[in-house]
């Protein structure tokens, strides 16, 4: 007997430094469904099913790798969707992105943003 059962619905969480911040970005700048739960927590609710929990956390300190990846059919209009919706995408000279912040130098193609606390995303095409 086991005291835990690991296989019910687990889930991913991240934390934020302002929830209405992240709940402007994720629901209207990225178009994701966004919910509060009983907690005053946020759920974000992605395509696959999954939910990830978004926590507020005085003094966050965003990873300094990616939390969240966004797979896309053309990084080129991705790109350009959410530049025009206000993105900035980081720029990794070291690596080799381009003038767009593509990374185009084997592997996927895949550009990084932030969101409002400063926790890196991507979008990455196939």
Known sequence: MTIMDLTRAPFSGFAVDDLPAARAFYAETLGLTVAENDMGMLELHLGTGAIVLIYPRPGHVPAQYTILNFPVADIETAVDALVAKGIVF???????????????????????????AGNVLSVLEG
């Open 90 to 116: 980081q720029q990794y000279p070291d690596m080799g992105t381009d003038e767009k912040g593509v990374f185009r130098h084997g592997g996927p193609l895949i550009a990084w943003f932030t969101d409002p």
